[in-house]
């Protein structure tokens, strides 16, 4: 999800049942692209989602505290406790660092680009280009290994010949 998705995300958009993340326009707010669209959750996500208290309408707010009760949060906050916590743990990035490296595993795991795009909201054909070059390095990388692993696999056979 684009950090705006995350920031606009309501419990009416949650569905553990179907295990599907809605993104959709609200007050005020709409998708980047302007589209609707539904995600799929992994066991992981559900089970996370489901243990979350639902202190208001926001799944990721503010706790309450002396500037009022709890709230939505919001994007430049989230930024800076993600720069902090990055920043703690001695790891590079940012927040759109995590959407970037989804995409790419996803595409480098053989999941349809079709689907991919419906995941991210992708509509551009550009955008999901600069994706598919980097599963295209993966690929390169992959059938490196693999020429080096046989490679290492006929030394060793003439070795004990």
Known sequence: MRIGEVEHLTWNDIDLDNRVIKIQAKEGWQPKTGNAR?????????????????HCQWVFTFPADRYGP??????????????????KLGLPGHLHTFRHTFISL???RGVPEATVREWVGHVDDEMIRRY????????????????????ERRAAAKKSS
């Open 106 to 108: 996803a595409l480098t």
């Open 132 to 151: 598919t070059h980097i599963a295209s390095q993966e690929s390169h990388g992959a059938m490196q290994r693999l020429e080096a692993s046989i490679l």
């Open 38 to 54: 539904s995600v799929p959750m992994s066991s992981d996500v559900v089970e996370l989602l489901g243990r979350q208290p639902r």
């Open 70 to 87: 709890v709230r939505q949060i919001r994007q430049r906050r989230l930024l800076d406790y993600l720069k902090r916590l990055l920043k």
